[in-house]
Structure formats: C-alpha cells, structure tokens
C-alpha cells in the first residue's frame, strides 16, 4: 500500500519554528510534484507550499512566504515545511499530497499532521 506520512506537528508559541516532514513509501513510482496544503477548522484546504520532486523549482504561497521554505531530500523520498515566525493563523491540519503526473490527476494525501500556535 502507498502511504504518505507527515510528522512534526504539534504546539508552538507564536514567533516558534516547527519542521515538517512528509514521507512516501510503497512505491515505485516517481513522484513529479510534492507538496503541503493546510485546512483550519470550517476552512477549505489551500495550497501551502509545492516543488518539482527531482531538483526541480519550489514556491510557496504569499501569506507564508519569507517564513515558510519547502525542500526535499529526494533520495529519502521525503519533503520538508521549514516553517518559523509561526502566527496564530497558521493553525491548522497541514496535509502533504503527492502527484504522479502532471496535472494533478493521480494524486495521494496523507492522513495530515496538525499545528497549533499559541498566543
């Protein structure tokens, strides 16, 4: 079975640094774009951070950007969220995806890892 499985989550004050990581496993298929989505409670789920699995680019979104870097360790089959200056917008349940091809049409989560920031 595929599995996609984060870690890294927990409760931080605000202003803390926490640092995800997202790990596939049980496959031999070649991911082309990782990546991070969050959902606060009552909330879509919206696009965190992504890259091009490889040594390919990387971008995050505007509202964590300067905060926020995604990188992977493509060896370990593994992407990271480096996450610091952590607000208490940043609440929520941080799901890491997987794309098989290009489009986004094979696509696998994870089961998420949540974060919550104090103040």
């Known amino acids: 079975q595929v599995q996609l499985v984060e870690s890294g989550g927990g409760l931080v004050e605000t202003g803390g640094s926490l640092r995800l990581s997202c790990v596939l496993s049980?496959?031999?298929?070649?991911?082309?774009?990782m990546g991070w989505y969050r959902q606060a409670p009552g909330k879509q789920r919206d696009l965190v951070a992504s890259v091009t699995t490889g040594g390919g680019t990387s971008n995050v979104v505007d509202s964590v950007k300067g905060r926020f870097t995604i990188s992977e360790d493509n060896a370990k089959n593994t992407v990271y969220l480096q996450m610091s200056g952590l607000k208490t917008e940043d609440t929520a349940v941080y799901y890491c995806y997987a794309d098989f091809d290009p489009t986004g049409t094979m696509r696998i989560w994870g089961k998420g890892t949540p974060v919550t920031v104090s103040s």
């Open positions: 049980g496959t031999s298929l070649s991911t082309i774009h």
